[in-house]
């Protein structure tokens, strides 16, 4: 049986998927991260009065040339604005922010005047008209669309929309992602562990990479090798409306393996894949309606490697979000062998010169147990099918990690 390539695998396993359409409304300090779902006006001018960039003096230009005196006669502070008129021959205590008072057309900043008296002011440098003022709508009018439908919200956008008026936001629901690790073997981490068990580690990876882009997780736990079990925790994630079920191990050829026939008696369409990829050679894809279904294999590096070629891109292209591989172009940092029939998907690490692309240095060791090693990596280095091979310095492609 041929392997199926990495990109078309991908474009199979996200075809058809668009991003979850349910809107729900959060605070704005919940915001951050979450994909707007509605186009978002101001429901304020800012700023809404003239204001002065500077501390000084609300003047009139024609009367503020060098070596005039003027008549101090009130303050005009942000939040207490002067209520009266800067008079011909007068000037208003200014500061930054503050109300430009009426009668003012520019403010002389302190640094180009003294103060001779409490209420009497010598000119040193001529002001200019229309100086250190910043007008009414600035920034934004009243009205005016400030964010767009579909935005993927950040720290900057978030302070505008607070800045606009609105104490919370319309987003998109996070998309549902079940995580179900199965295997007799596994005990959860703290528990004590028989003499042929091991820990279950994987889900915990998966759920940090699935919340780090986006979705929502349930966690499902761990499912004995027992049909009944397993389907009954499918259940569970359909109950409570998941949009992806992942299921990690069982999806190699052993007679234990039982997530398939669970996944088949849940209605679940399944197929197959040995995608030309290593680590994670085996993967699952079902669909059920709108339900999507990935079967990661066990191993833990494969686990990791094959979600971030699949389950990350899912969930991103749910959430809303850029749903690529996310290559990137690095330089070697050592020379690499000639690539096989699959793929591989080296764990590596990334450093970044002064100038320049990133080097890519790939780890010594791997073999896909080992998580100590998938934990040093913070980068996926590609080498394609039967890549030829490269000398240290050349380029090559990666994919950077969580
Ligand atoms: N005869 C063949 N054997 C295997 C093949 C093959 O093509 N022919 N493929 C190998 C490859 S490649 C992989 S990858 C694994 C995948 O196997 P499964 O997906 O069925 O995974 P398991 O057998 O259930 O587990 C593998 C390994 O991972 C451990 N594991 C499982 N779940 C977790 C978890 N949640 N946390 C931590 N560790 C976990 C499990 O204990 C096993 O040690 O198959 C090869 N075999
Ligand atoms: O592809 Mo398996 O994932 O080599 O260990």
């Not at 009130?74 to 939040?79: D, M, P, R, T």
């Not at 920034?139 to 104490?167: C, E, I, K």
């Not at 934990?375 to 990666?398: I, K, N």
Request: hydrophobic share 50%.
């Amino acid at each position: 049986m041929s392997l199926m390539p990495v990109e078309e695998a991908l474009s199979r396993l996200l075809h058809g998927v668009g991003p979850v359409l349910e809107t729900e409304t959060v605070a704005l300090r919940a915001a951050a991260g979450r994909v707007l779902a509605d186009d978002i006006s101001a429901l304020r001018t800012q700023p809404p009065f003239d204001a002065s960039a500077m501390d000084g003096y609300a003047v009139r230009a024609a009367d503020a040339s060098k070596g005039a005196v003027l008549k101090v006669t009130g303050i005009s502070a942000a939040g207490a604005a002067f209520a009266g008129t800067v008079e011909p021959g007068a000037a208003v205590r200014i500061f930054t922010g503050a109300p430009l008072p009426a009668g003012a057309d520019t403010v002389l900043i302190q640094e180009n005047a003294t103060l001779e008296a409490p209420d009497t002011l010598r000119v040193d440098v001529a002001a200019e008209p229309a100086r250190h003022i910043r007008k009414a709508g600035l920034d934004f009018a009243h009205g005016a669309v400030l964010l767009q439908a579909g935005l993927h919200l950040r720290a900057g956008h978030v302070a505008l929309a607070a800045s606009a008026g609105h104490p919370q936001l319309p987003v998109r629901r996070r998309p549902r992602v079940a995580i179900l690790a199965t295997g007799d073997e596994l005990v959860m981490p703290g528990e004590s562990t028989g003499p042929d068990q091991i820990v279950a580690s994987n889900g915990f990876g998966l759920a940090a990479m699935v919340e780090a882009h986006g979705g929502d997780v349930l966690d499902l736990g761990i499912a004995p090798d027992d049909l009944a079990v397993l389907e009954a925790r499918l259940a569970e994630a359909e109950d409570a409306r998941a949009d992806v079920i992942v299921t990690i191990g069982g999806a190699s050829v052993g007679d234990r393996d039982l997530v398939a026939p669970a996944l088949q008696a849940r209605g679940v369409e399944l197929d197959f894949w040995k995608v030309a990829m290593r680590p994670g050679k085996p993967v699952m894809a079902g669909r059920k309606g709108a339900l999507r279904v990935i079967g990661l294999p066990g191993n833990p590096a494969s686990t990791m490697v094959a979600a971030t070629l699949f389950l990350r891109p899912l969930v991103r292209r749910l959430a809303g979000l850029g749903a690529g591989l996310g290559l990137q172009r690095g330089v070697l940092s050592a020379a690499m062998p000639q690539g096989g029939e699959r793929a591989d998907f080296v764990r590596a690490r990334l450093h970044y010169p002064p100038e320049g692309a990133p080097q890519v240095e790939a780890l010594p060791r791997q073999d896909s147990s080992l998580l100590s090693i998938y934990a040093l990596a913070d980068a996926l280095l590609y080498r394609p099918v039967a890549a030829p091979a490269a000398e240290a310095g050349q380029d090559c492609l990666f994919i950077p990690l969580d």
